[in-house]
């Protein structure tokens, strides 16, 4: 092909025809390999400038083949494979490239940037290499600035950043990463200046805006961000990032503005991926109008766009969380090994992503390298938390009395709540104090402004971050801080590396080291505690029978449980599930299938809102077909927090497993509906366990998937059995430790004293 066919295929690309003209080259190149270097060069320098990175490693592969000796073809292939993410390819190709010409600076510099990526310290050599010979260069130096950054030489990182702004006032990137490294090592009030400076230099830069808006967000001010946001669109209605701005802003508090936001966005620029990745997971998180539909929506912009997204730690996590929701099993196996995922998440901080990836182990070893996972994000934090602290009054004036605080923004009517309640109903208020700590977004229900009125003190403050957090509790000086969250919606585990109490602890919001040194404690219960060493951080702190006990509110008479079992009406057995979708993997529905195949007439249902979203129904079905059972005897019932009546048409609950039910596993039983479950070696692997041991159900655990199956089988095939335990069972919790709450609040409240005095 000859250079002015290629300029031809060229000026059709800049009128607009991009696809007819890279298909003209791609097809001349086919049919003509021997072409010369020139054109080579050409072909894969456009691709990368317009990013078609795949095409252009493809097309660098070949041509380097043809042309190893020419020090473009490789810098070009560096660069491409670099924007894949193919770090040690791009590394190798820039290496090659090196060999041919040491003091390239294209290469040097590109090569520098793979290092930046990686978070690779050689990068520091590399740039400062590069500015000695140039240093008055502003990209170099602001270059060589993210590279001390990612080495954690915060204070050089802020000079050579400082020094690139300087050079270059129109440098709006070296502005952002100076005002993010300030905010990060010191605070958003020291971010504020720097932030003014480049808006005096870049008046009119949408980027600028938008870091003003995150930087009010940060500091826990999510209203004033939105404000801000609104004013400025009214300058600048049809700036698509502000409109993403604004949806990422007010997404926890008003999904149905959020959406309508993102979906603004996309219209305006369509190209910009990172529009619909939020688009799909704030579908993905949407409880309002048709949930299912919202689903199946997101999941389907997850598919039609999972080729373009960089595979970055937050878009992981959107990715995994709705594979999980729609049971796409083979999906998520391609997302990487265990240990890759859950390090990718722990080292860029996403805390709740850990969550999700409980239900993943398979080994012993996966079960220590996730406490590993929990520690290294834990890390992160205390560094953080290093750079400012809090500062702590003097000792408070004694009344005799023991000061506890109880951290969570699930203190209204939520489960985490309802197990919560009789500690606050029935504490000794003549021993104790007892103070809350919320952050919830939403409005306060019943159930908030009960325990307000029980409590000694509540704090609920919606924005707030997690250093003002920590100091409003620590200003309390409370004896033992506990928190209840963990890192789901709007809690703030990281406020608990301040310490901001003497003694801290983790209880029943999240069933697993939550990976700070500070958090001294992990209350549990006999049953629950690992009994092979190295699964948890923390000391246990032992109840001496039950996790929790249930309070009046959440388990009330209403809805009655039918006594008669399904199984006498219907002549078959119908086992099912309500547990959420991230407590199973394939492993599990395949045991559930084998269960199914293996108990004549039988059924399943699930009894979850993916229940109308047609992917999580195909996904599921295809694997209990694969046992041989047919799609009529898998039913599937799209509720959500209206699940309690359909238990009166399930006759055995099967549990998840690793991760175990909690909430589950004790409304099944509420509702008269035997459970099934499998005992592990971590703590989210036992909390079934320490249930039905606490009602006298120790026959209903197994301890391997097949003396699982064998278990559910052999009390299916017992429909007199069934029938008993169904007439009995609520009689049976009623009898139990886990319904005696004001002994369960004495006997907590005697674990924590025990504590604080041997402090």
């Known amino acids: 092909m000859s250079i002015d066919r290629f300029a031809a295929a060229e000026a059709a690309l800049k009128a607009g025809q991009f696809d007819e003209g890279v298909e003209m080259i791609e097809g001349e190149l086919n049919r003509d390999p021997a072409a010369s270097l020139q054109l080579y060069r050409n072909f894969t320098t456009m691709l990368v400038r317009r990013q078609r990175y795949d095409q252009a490693a493809d097309w660098t592969g070949k041509a380097v083949q043809r042309f190893p000796k020419d020090i473009d073809l490789w810098n070009l292939r560096g660069v491409a494979l670099r924007r894949l993410r193919r770090f040690p390819e791009a590394l190798d ?37 590069l500015v000695r010979v140039t240093p ?56 504020e200046p720097v932030l003014e400076r480049a808006v005096a230099a870049n008046p009119i830069d949408i980027r600028l805006i938008e870091a003003r808006a995150v930087g009010i967000r940060r500091t826990g001010a999510t209203r004033d961000a939105e ?38 966005a996309i219209e305006l620029d369509p190209k910009d991926v990172r529009y619909r990745v939020s688009l799909a997971e704030s579908l993905g998180r949407s409880r309002h109008g048709d949930e299912a539909a919202n689903l199946e929506r997101a999941y389907r912009i997850l598919v039609e766009i999972l080729d373009q997204m960089p595979m970055t730690a937050p878009n992981l996590k959107i990715a995994y969380e709705l594979m999980v929701r729609v049971a796409a099993f083979d999906d998520m196996e391609k997302l990487g090994s265990f240990s890759e995922v859950g390090r990718t998440w722990a080292e860029a901080g996403r805390h709740t992503a850990l969550f999700a990836h409980l239900a993943r182990v398979k080994t012993l070893e996966d079960r220590r390298e996730l406490v590993e996972q929990h520690l290294i994000w834990g890390r992160k934090v205390e560094a953080v938390v290093k750079r400012r602290p809090i500062e702590h009054r003097g000792p408070r004036r004694p009344n005799g009395k023991i000061r506890v605080g109880f951290m969570s923004s699930d ?128 000391k246990p702190l032992e109840l001496p029978k039950g996790w929790y006990a249930l309070g009046e509110r959440a388990f009330r008479e209403e809805p009655q449980a039918d006594p008669v079992a399904p199984v006498e009406r219907n002549g078959y057995v119908t086992f099912g599930t309500a547990n959420n979708p991230y407590k199973y993997g394939k492993e599990v529905v395949g045991a559930w299938a084998k269960i199914v195949a293996g108990t004549p007439n039988s059924r399943f249902m699930f009894v979850r809102p993916e229940g109308g979203t047609p992917t999580f129904c195909a996904n599921i079905r295809k694997v209990f077909a694969e046992e041989g059972v047919s799609p009529g005897r898998v039913i599937f019932e799209a509720v959500r927090g209206r699940h309690l009546p359909f238990y009166n048409q399930m006759d055995i609950s099967l549990d998840a497993f690793p991760q175990t039910g909690g909430t ?70 009623k009898a139990s430790p886990l319904a005696d709450t004001k002994q369960f609040a004495a006997d907590y409240f005697a674990m924590i004293e025990k504590a604080v005095k041997a402090a």
Request: proline fraction near 4%.
């Open 136 to 191: 008055n260069d502003a990209d170099l130096q602001r270059s060589l600035g993210r590279a001390y950054w990612f080495a954690g030489e915060y204070d050089k990182a802020e000079m050579r950043l400082s020094l690139a702004a300087k050079l270059r006032p129109t440098l709006v990137d070296a502005w952002l990463d100076l005002i993010g490294l300030i905010t990060e090592t010191k605070s958003q009030e020291e971010a």
């Open 227 to 264: 404000q801000f946001l609104l004013d400025q669109l009214k300058k600048h209605p049809n700036e698509a990032s502000l409109h993403f701005q604004l949806g990422s802003n007010i997404a926890d508090y008003d999904r149905v503005r959020a959406n309508a936001a993102f979906e603004r």
């Open 93 to 129: 190709a820039l290496n090659k490239a090196g060999k041919l010409d040491p003091k390239n600076r294209s290469v040097l510099n590109n090569k520098g940037n793979v290092y930046n990526d990686m978070r690779n310290p050689a990068a520091v050599e590399t740039f400062t290499k």
């Open 664 to 733: 589950t596993t004790c409304e099944s039983l509420w509702m008269g509906v035997p459970v099934v479950a499998k005992v592990g070696d971590a703590v989210f692997e036992r909390l079934s366990y320490s249930v039905l041991m606490n009602v006298g159900l120790g026959d209903l655990i197994a301890r391997s998937t097949q003396e699982y199956i064998q278990i559910a089988m052999k009390l299916g095939a017992d429909h007199a059995q069934i029938a008993e335990l169904r007439r009995g069972m609520r009689a049976r919790l």
């Open 411 to 538: 203190l209204r009517t939520h489960p985490v709540a309802y197990f919560a309640l009789p500690l606050f109903q029935h504490y000794d208020r003549n021993r104790f104090e007892i103070y809350c700590y919320s952050y919830y977004q939403g409005e306060e229900d019943a159930t908030q402004k009960q325990i307000t009125e029980w409590v000694d003190g509540f704090r609920w403050v919606k924005d707030i971050d997690d250093r003002g957090a920590a100091q409003m509790i620590a200003d309390d000086q409370l004896d033992m801080l506990i928190e209840l969250g963990g890192s789901t919606h709007m809690n703030k585990l990281p406020v608990m590396g301040y310490k901001p109490a003497p003694l801290s602890a983790s209880w029943v919001g999240y069933p697993h080291s939550a990976g700070l040194k500070e958090i001294d404690y992990l209350i549990l219960d006999p049953y629950m505690t690992p009994e092979k060493p190295g699964l948890m951080i923390e």
